[in-house]
Nanobody, 120 residues
Framework: QVQLVESGGGLVQPGGSLRLSCAAS????????MSWYRQPPGKERELVAR???????NYADSVKGRFTISRDNAKNTVYLQMNSLKPEDTAVYYC??????????????WGQGTQVTVSS
């Protein structure tokens, strides 16, 4: 079993920055691929970024060059640094953990989500 707890969301002005954190408890964090998803109001959940167990990363086109995913295996934590935020980034952001370390492994554990609102 894996439990995920997100933090770091909030209200930010357009152009601002936030850093989301996802603390994981349970086994084998360093062997799992980790992901960030988001669900905008009235829309489906979508992949934002993911990081494999060996550090490869992958981003949605809409956030490339603005968001950075990283992980600290010593702290069992994955981060999402979000810069140059836009109103369309407003969403509930979810952390996800896969059972294995590659991108082909689907998320099987989810956090409760953290709200990010980008507005002036």
């Amino acid at each position: 079993q894996v439990q995920l707890v997100e933090s770091g969301g909030g209200l930010v002005q357009p152009g601002g920055s936030l850093r989301l954190s996802c603390a994981a408890s349970g086994s084998s964090f360093n062997a799992r691929a980790m992901s960030w998803y988001r669900q905008p109001p009235g829309k489906e959940r979508e992949l934002v970024a993911r990081i494999s167990s060996y550090g490869s990363t992958n981003y949605a086109d809409s956030v490339k060059g603005r968001f950075t995913i990283s992980r600290d295996n010593a702290k069992n934590t994955v981060y999402l640094q979000m810069n140059s935020l836009k109103p369309e980034d407003t969403a509930v952001y979810y952390c996800g953990a896969a059972p294995y370390g590659t991108f082909s492994s689907s998320v099987t554990y989810w956090g409760q989500g953290t709200q990010v609102t980008v507005s002036s």
